[in-house]
């Protein structure tokens, strides 16, 4: 299926639902690129896997989105240039109608792989007329009603109203029959005037016809043919007095073969094609019963088929004086090595149509559209990669954003939000503080490289415990940590994330040890919390960084500098916050700097808890160090050929 009704059906839900819901669904369907290629060919299962997304997604009723799809169509279709053909293709309702196989036919220049509907007018009347709609897939009614209606509103401006008056499938083909209701009295009439007396025109010798048209096929009520042209003559020369429907099969339009069927589609080109290949047929000269390569057929089952008839495209003519129909056609072939393999010459072609032209125009250019596709593709494969490449450039972006401020925020930043626009109150998250009491002795005794390594040991820890916790980071200065639980995501249970997540600092400390020179054991670290209002925003430009601003955040600070070594400090508020599942004790009044008395608690445990072992710590972080190098690798990967090239 072509990428053009992909198009089509994205379209609709953007115009429909807006882009937000299509990039919804396409995710959910795990499409990867935003939008499809009109001349690509998709798997026909891939629209079915989609439009279940959509449905669910959405909510919406198949048969309504369906038709509504199909009515977007006609607007969709004006967008890739095709509006002005549709608009001109029929004068009435029913011309256009009629009109719509022969204009597949063209289109299968630029859609070679289209397996387009039939359409069929019959029982026409003032009030409407009844439509017959062929197609080798299967629900596309809705779709079709949508289409229709659209096409009466848009180019002939009337009202419709369609009923499906049968469906049935026959073989592979659904058959539908449509009542189409409408204001049909302006139906044009042949003019009388205008017709000519045949007794006036001279007679034409058949040979003279059969000269001028050397693909000529006359053939009677019971399909036996009669008479051929010149040119078929010459590769078919027993093809006179065989049954026309054995010998040959309908391409297009998709009707059963019989005599009156064609009567009816006078007003469509026909695309015939032998039944047997047309090697075999000239081995024969068109005899039936020629043995074809059968032996050969089990060792070619994976191979691609290929089609080896010879097609004939063109009209056929009912002469109502000898009850005949005469077929007009010539061969359908794309290059000089089709028309060898036909047994064709190009002085057997027409000179009266452009079938010469085109046959060696195209031999011509072939080598240069060769080039200039081969050039296409390599361009194509580069883009590709490009693309490729931009996307993991991306990806590492926005995780390095990620890693700056909340994944909210990096997207309102994204979208063009400013610094201040970002900004938001929070009435009330909890907020926990740690240092390392004995930090300025660490830095004075020992070199610059433990240091840093101690404090990636203990943050790296940290970082693994916020994500277990659900605590955000705000910021690490020096030896300090400062994590937060309310925002930039907002939950009620802010306070007992921190008091898990001061635990677990707590008690993971003691697998960090001390580097001082002489100092046996783990560092020991004081814990600060308060719970209150904040405002989080994104502070600078060159750097910018998610900041958090408020008393509660001085409160907090204070918590922790007033606090002892291995204890969990808290105000009343937080105590206030706490479930009984916590053991907290009172300290009792404590003078802090700009705060004055204040009753403070400690926070000792809670029940059932389960501490973190060093062994579940050193695994996270080692799979999170894997990560990073897996990242830094790929990237790595991708800009080598660029390097070696």
């Not at 959509?54 to 607007?75: H, K, Q, S, V």
């Not at 047997?276 to 059968?294: N, R, S």
């Not at 501490?611 to 830094?632: G, M, N, R, V, Y």
Request: glycine share 8%; proline share 3%.
């Amino acid at each position: 299926m072509y990428g053009l009704i992909f198009e089509n059906f994205s379209g609709y839900i953007k115009v429909k639902y807006g882009e937000d819901a299509w990039d919804n669904v396409r995710r959910l369907a795990n499409i990867d690129t935003p939008t499809f290629s009109i001349h690509q060919v998709y798997p026909e299962q891939l629209l079915g896997k989609i439009a279940k997304k959509t449905f669910t997604t959405l909510g919406c009723n198949a048969d309504e989105f369906f038709e509504g799809m199909g009515f977007y169509f006609i607007e969709f279709a004006a967008q890739y240039g095709y509006g002005d053909v549709l608009a001109l293709l029929g004068r009435e309702l029913r011309d256009f109608l009629n009109g719509l196989d022969n204009l597949h036919e063209y289109l299968k220049f630029s859609y070679p792989r289209i397996r387009a509907p039939s359409y069929f007018v019959d029982n026409e009347t003032p009030q409407g007329l009844m439509l017959h709609y062929r197609s080798k897939r299967r629900g596309f009614t809705t779709y079709t009603i949508g289409q229709l209606k659209a096409v009466a509103d848009t180019y002939y401006k009337i009202e419709m109203a369609i009923e499906v008056k049968e469906s049935e499938i026959k073989f592979d083909t659904v058959h539908v029959s449509f009542q189409m209701t409408f204001d049909n009295k302006t139906k044009a009439k042949a003019n009388s005037d205008l017709v000519r007396e045949e007794a006036r025109l001279p007679a034409v010798s058949s040979s003279v016809l059969f000269e001028i048209f050397p693909f000529i096929i006359v053939f009677g009520e019971d399909m036996q043919v009669q008479s051929i042209g010149r040119s078929l003559n010459q590769i078919l020369p027993n093809l006179p007095g065989q049954k026309m429907n054995e010998f040959f099969d309908v391409v297009r339009p998709l009707i059963e073969f019989k005599f009156d069927n064609i009567l009816s589609r006078s007003n469509n080109i026909f695309e015939l094609m032998t039944n047997e290949a047309i090697d075999v047929l000239l081995k024969t000269g068109g005899a039936q019963g020629g043995e074809g390569d059968e032996d050969g057929d089990d060792d070619n089952m994976m191979e691609e088929e290929v089609d080896k008839s010879l097609h004939l495209k063109g009209q056929m003519n009912f002469m109502a004086d000898w009850n005949v129909v005469m077929f007009l056609g010539s061969p359908a072939i794309k290059d000089l090595e089709q028309l060898a393999q036909a047994g064709l010459f190009i002085c057997d072609l027409s000179m009266h149509d452009f079938s010469r032209d085109l046959l060696l125009a195209s031999s011509q250019q072939s080598n240069e559209l060769k080039d200039a596709l081969d050039s296409e593709m390599e361009k194509t494969k580069l883009m590709e990669e490009s693309m490729g490449k931009l996307d993991i450039e991306m990806k590492r972006s926005d995780e390095l954003l990620s890693q700056m401020m909340p994944k909210s925020v990096a997207q309102k930043i994204k979208d063009g939000a400013s610094a201040v626009e970002t900004c938001e109150i929070f009435e009330m998250v909890t907020i926990v503080f740690n240092d390392i009491p004995m930090f300025g002795d660490i830095c004075a005794q020992c070199d610059g490289m433990q240091i840093v390594a101690m404090l990636n040991n203990m943050f790296g820890m940290f970082d693994v415990l916020s994500d277990k916790n659900k605590v955000y980071k705000v910021e690490t200065v020096k030896d300090c940590f400062v994590g937060v639980a309310g925002a930039p995501e907002r939950t009620k249970n802010h306070a007992e994330l921190i008091m898990d997540m001061a635990m677990d600092m707590r008690d993971c400390v003691q697998f960090v040890k001390d580097p001082r020179p002489g100092v046996e054991g783990h560092i020991k670290i004081r814990l600060g919390s308060h719970s209150g209002q904040v405002v989080g925003g994104i502070v600078g430009n060159k750097c910018p960084r998610y900041c958090l601003f408020g008393d509660a955040m001085n409160t907090s600070s204070r918590m922790m500098s007033f606090g002892q070594e291995q204890n969990i400090h808290v105000s009343g508020t937080v105590k206030g916050l706490l479930p009984a599942s916590y053991t907290v004790k009172e300290r009792g009044k404590v003078t802090v700097k700009g705060k004055g008395e204040m009753v403070t608690f400690w926070v000792e445990s809670k029940a059932n808890r389960i501490p973190p072992t060093e062994e579940e710590l050193q695994a996270a972080l080692a799979a999170l160090q894997a990560k990073k190098k897996e990242d830094a690798t790929g990237v790595a990967a991708e800009e080598a050929p660029k390097a070696e090239g």
